[in-house]
């Protein structure tokens, strides 16, 4: 079974608008990244979270991190039909390799 | 730099074939996988490489061979295909050790087995 699972699995909003996804996962971590992907593209980091802190920007970005309910949430401020792309978070347990989860769809509409 | 480089894009095998996907990153990181995204399943990991000479196992190794001979390539060897194996590849690449720093993508290639 997957470690990280994001969700919603699908979300669609309106340009202007603030996008929240969420990723829960199942055992302790060491950090916890989000990558975007593109139709059709490989990943692209967006933000990496060590498991001692509790939130972080980048942009528009913010993610936080509970670690007490081993749970992240990224938001996506003022949305853009350009932010249109699944989302996933990847967590680091200590095995020598990232582990996904199934990622989560934004339509953003124009 | 070029990143990470895959190929190739696109590629149709019949079952049995066997077929090396290459990878190949320039800029000098020690770490690099293998995945492949199968739709609705986001990312497993086949195998990976802390450096040059050394590979192991990811979560679904069972078909697929590695070897990394030098620092800049890692290339996917199917051995013999199957329907299962049709999926979009990944390779990434890291500094460091790797898993705790931010992963490079190439773009992929997407593999169909008849």
């Not at chain 1, 990244?33 to 498991?51: A, D, E, K, M, T």
């Not at chain 2, 480089?5 to 996988?33: I, R, W």
């Amino acid at each position: 079974s997957q470690q990280g699972e994001e969700d919603p699995q699908a979300l669609s909003i309106q340009e202007g608008e603030n996008a929240t996804m969420n990723c829960s996962y199942k055992t302790s971590i060491n950090n916890l990244q989000w990558y975007r992907q593109n139709s059709g593209r490989g990943l692209v980091h967006l933000i990496l979270i060590r498991s001692n802190e509790r939130e972080k920007h980048s942009g528009r970005l913010r993610v936080t991190l509970d670690t007490s309910k081993k749970s992240s949430s990224l938001l996506i401020t003022a949305s853009r039909a350009a932010d249109t792309a699944s989302y996933f978070c990847a967590t680091d347990t200590g095995r020598r390799a990232l582990t996904f989860g199934s990622g989560t769809r934004l339509q953003v509409q124009p | 730099n070029a990143g990470v480089t895959q190929t190739p894009k696109f590629q149709v095998l019949k079952t049995g074939q066997s077929m090396t996907l290459q990878c190949a990153q320039d800029m000098n990181h020690e770490y690099m996988s293998w995945y492949r995204q199968d739709p609705g399943m986001g990312l497993r990991l086949i195998h990976y490489s802390v450096g040059a000479g050394i590979t192991d196992q990811g979560e679904v190794p069972n078909g697929y061979n590695v070897s990394r001979s030098t620092t800049e390539d890692f290339p996917l060897r199917l051995l013999s295909a199957a329907p299962s194996q049709t999926s979009v590849y990944f390779c990434a690449s890291s500094l460091g050790t790797g898993y705790q720093e931010t992963q490079y993508f190439g773009p992929g290639t997407r593999l169909l087995v008849l």
